[in-house]
């Protein structure tokens, strides 16, 4: 018995092992991604549910490493969180994503307002300087503030209330739009909802994509016609995102949702055929 627990002993520290190396050799292959840049950016529509048209994009990174090949940002972003290479990528990020708009809101003028939604992470939003750095973009790129929003979530904003809502109220004062991404499956920050300065809520896609299948359905649609009054009440327009199907088209449309996002309009496209979507005035 004692030379088994030897070796499953051994076999565990092994194991760790391989994980410790794996974990430094991603980080070493995602500095040098984002030297080779090796970095892109895919953009999935947001689809006004009254008019059936694209209102807007969410930026998302795609990493595709000579190395690895294609890693998705699941895979990614926590070590890029961890490690802070988080900062530099989110600032390229902004960066790419606010040139994009900038180059469809001069091909597409007659799309108003056509918005840009750029996901912020939890270390980005603590840099000191954040707000100097997205005015700096602004600036350079020559676009006005209400063209990007920025999507935080919940869990960001409870660490320090008073602090988090003293960034967004900063943001705010550079024009930018507000969503809080995810919204119900993070640390509920229900008292203190009404005291953010956000322009948006996003239902998480585990509420959406469980509103028709399953026992639960019916629950399911109840708690997301409760976020969307929630959201309404507070003036806040909603984004459901993971929408799959026709059925939850209908029943988003019937709780008054804004706005919607998923694999039933889009999946996250290239800025070449985002462009062909813009081009051909898609309507679903
Ligand atoms: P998220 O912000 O909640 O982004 C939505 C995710 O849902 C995206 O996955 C998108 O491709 C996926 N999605 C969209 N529609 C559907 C649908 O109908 N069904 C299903 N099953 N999924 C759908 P993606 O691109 O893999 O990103 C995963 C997460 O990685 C994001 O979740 C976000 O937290 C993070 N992420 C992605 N891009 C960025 C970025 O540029 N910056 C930061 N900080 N985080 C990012
Ligand atoms: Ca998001
Ligand atoms: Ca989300
Ligand atoms: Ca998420």
């Known amino acids: 018995a004692k030379e088994l627990g030897t070796a499953r002993h051994e076999v565990f520290v092994e194991g760790m092992d391989t994980q410790a190396v794996e974990r430094w050799q991603l980080e070493t292959d995602l500095r040098a991604g984002l030297q080779n840049q090796e970095f892109q950016l895919y953009y999935q529509p947001i689809i006004s549910l009254k008019t059936g048209k694209i ?37 390229w990020i902004l960066q790419e994503a606010c040139q994009q708009i900038q180059r469809w809101h001069e091909q597409f003028p007659e799309i108003v307002p056509l918005i840009m939604s750029v996901n ?39 660490n320090d209330v008073e602090t988090a809502i003293d960034l967004l109220r900063r943001l705010k004062g550079l024009g930018l739009r507000l969503s809080i991404d995810d919204f119900g499956t993070g640390y509920s920050s229900l008292s203190y909802l009404h005291r953010f300065p956000v322009d948006t809520l996003k239902v998480d896609r585990s509420f959406v994509g469980r509103m028709e299948e399953g026992s639960d359905s019916e629950k399911y649609i109840q708690i997301v016609r409760t976020i969307i009054s929630l959201g309404h009440n507070l003036d806040l327009d909603v984004i459901a995102e993971g929408i799959e199907t026709e059925a939850q088209v209908r029943v988003l449309e019937s709780l008054n949702c804004e706005y919607g996002q998923g694999y039933y309009f889009s999946k996250p496209l290239s800025a070449k055929d985002a462009e062909e979507l813009l081009n051909q005035d898609k309507e679903w």
Do not use: Y
Not at 55 to 76: C, I, M, Q, T
């Open 55 to 91: 209102a807007g994009f969410e930026a998302l990174v795609r990493w595709v490493s000579n190395k690895r090949g294609f890693v998705s940002p699941g895979d990614f972003i926590p070590l890029a969180e961890e490690t802070g290479l988080i900062v530099p990528l989110g600032q």
């Open 120 to 158: 912020l992470s939890g270390r980005q939003f603590t840099q000191p300087d954040l707000v100097k750095q997205i005015q700096k973009i602004l600036d350079e790129v020559n676009i006005e503030g209400d063209r990007l929003k920025l999507e935080i979530t919940e869990s960001m904003m409870m």
